[in-house]
């Protein structure tokens, strides 16, 4: 004889879940090498699209790694200085301590 439950238990469900993966580096070659291989088959004066899908990639490129340099660049800065008033704030405290605590006593 089975004992009666008051509370329900949840049964194990499954999914048929495959996750996509992107990967923009792959992605990036993909498109440079159909360019490629359409300017080779042209041999002729590309139309303005591909023109301009050519120069929005470019710009895209190179704007995108400019970017983080000058991120990392500044963040790092940014960190030096921070550290730097850290030091010189904890310098001064101590430097004074003994002066403050003679005068507390007194």
Known sequence: MRIPQFTKINRHRSFDYTPMYYNPEKE???????????????????????????????????????????????????MIIILGLVLYLGYVVFSNLDGFMAKLLN
């Open 28 to 78: 990036d070659l993909d498109n440079r090498v159909k360019a490629i291989k359409a300017q080779m088959e042209e041999n002729s004066e590309s139309s303005d699209a591909d023109r301009e899908a050519r120069l929005r990639a470019q710009f895209k490129q190179n704007s995108s790694s400019l970017s983080y340099k000058s991120k990392n660049m500044s963040s790092t800065i940014r």
